[in-house]
């Protein structure tokens, strides 16, 4: 069964998203506040996440950001505010997608739905690739999902090791920030929030790894430039 945490202090809509979701076969836990909420998503196990942004204790930007770097489940944010719709797009904070107050229960469903089947099938396809890259002290084994420069092990979270392994397995060519969304995250037309959550995650490709494999092409996207060796 999914489970899908519910980070919401207005018990009442806390409850109506529940009912919906779990008439959908979803197991589904509730936190009221940002805190316990955030505690909660790192120590256990998730396949979506729905965070309300305005919460006591921590909003959920916060929320999101911290458990951008140590999960890669789905993100949906919601709130009541338009002006916290423009932050979610404008931030790349690594929300999957955001969904104004009020809004149809169904509707909410049908994007967990969607998020969901779309995160198996990344998941699903990224452990299917079996050749490793290795190239300059790099190396990226796909099948155990682990990366290693100079033979010791850089920890990339799944993210980021799906987007170098597909900067890696298609080098030489520039992809688009959108590209590159649309390829590894699987989403299409988020516009914004998807370039932002690429340059995120590059970011922290590039601090993990000592040397920078990934060149940028201002204005067009990024680049992993393989030189065939003399
Ligand atoms: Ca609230």
Redesign the pocket.
């Known amino acids: 069964m999914k489970r899908i945490l519910i980070v ?3 018990k009442n809509i806390a409850e109506i998203e529940r009912d919906y979701l779990e008439l959908d076969g979803f197991e589904v836990i509730i936190e009221n506040n940002g805190v316990n909420g955030l505690n909660r998503a790192m120590s256990e196990e998730f396949d979506l996440a729905i965070l ?1 942004i ?2 006591p204790d921590m909003d959920g930007f916060e929320i999101c950001r911290a458990l951008r770097k140590e999960k890669d489940i789905p993100i949906l944010m919601v709130t009541a505010k338009v002006s916290s719709i423009d932050k979610v797009r404008g931030l790349g904070i690594g929300a999957d997608d955001y969904i104004g107050k009020p809004f149809d229960p169904a509707e909410l469903v049908a994007r967990v739905k969607a998020h969901i089947a779309r995160y198996d099938r990344i998941k699903g396809t990224t452990q299917d690739k079996g050749v490793d890259i290795e190239y300059r002290d790099l190396v990226i084994r796909p099948l155990s999902r682990r990366v290693f420069f100079k033979n010791n092990e850089i920890f990339l979270t799944a993210k980021e090791f799906d987007l170098l392994y597909y900067l890696a397995s298609n080098p030489n060519v520039v992809h688009s920030k959108k590209d590159i969304f649309d390829k590894v995250w699987g989403m299409e037309s988020l516009g914004d929030a998807g370039a932002g959550t690429v340059v995120v995650h590059l970011t922290h490709i590039r601090e993990k790894i000592p040397m920078d494999y990934i060149e940028t092409v201002r204005g067009v996207g990024y680049r992993f430039s393989m030189q065939t060796e003399q």
Request: negative net charge; charged residues 65%; without cysteine.
């Open positions: 919401e202090d207005e309300d305005m919460l």
